[in-house]
């Protein structure tokens, strides 16, 4: 079984239908109440871990369901820098780059590391003046994400898989339900 695809932007539209998307996988699937409540909270901290660390967001979310698996998928857009990269890697529960599996992956992504730069601050404006803008979303920084969706997905799911090539991030994350 493969949920509707749903389309999640950095405006924060499509995260609610997210979330609304499993609980009715949850309900179809008839998962126990506890067990659905985890697979919720498993969604809800893969699409804000996502948005925390991607910032701009232009992404899809689909669940599929084999048996008691679940899989949830988002795959999203993003521009890469170094300290991006190190942070979804690090969510990951290989800490590997799912994309580099064969030697030319391999290549490929020892070429991409090497590649990216460091991120730019240079402008960023003071948490003071941010308030003042009108329709400006406010995204999460790094002094304000502090790894707590990675630390409670980690805790949640069985495994965490984030592939990368170029500005495509695959995040899968796998849980089974006895």
Not at 108 to 133: Q, W, Y
């Amino acid at each position: 079984m493969v949920s509707d695809i749903i389309m999640i932007d950095n405006m924060g539209n499509g995260f609610d239908d997210a979330l609304l998307e499993t609980k009715k996988v949850c309900d179809y699937t008839g998962l126990h109440d506890k067990d659905a409540v985890r697979l919720q909270l498993i969604s809800e901290e893969l699409l804000s871990m996502a948005r925390c660390i991607t910032g701009e967001m232009h992404a899809t979310f689909w669940i599929e369901r084999d048996k008691s698996q679940y899989t949830l998928h988002l795959s999203t857009k993003t521009v890469m820098d170094r300290e991006k990269r190190n942070l979804l890697l690090g969510a990951a529960s290989s800490r590997k780059n799912e994309e580099a599996g064969s030697f030319l992956g391999f290549l490929r992504n020892m070429f991409e590391d090497a590649m990216t730069g460091a991120p730019d601050h240079s402008d960023d404006l003071p948490d003071d003046a941010i308030g003042d803008l009108a329709n400006h979303v406010v995204q999460c920084t790094d002094a304000e994400w502090d790894g707590y969706e990675q630390s409670t997905l980690r805790r949640l799911a069985d495994t965490i898989k984030i592939g990368i090539r170029g500005d495509e991030v695959d995040m899968t994350v796998i849980k089974t339900f006895a």
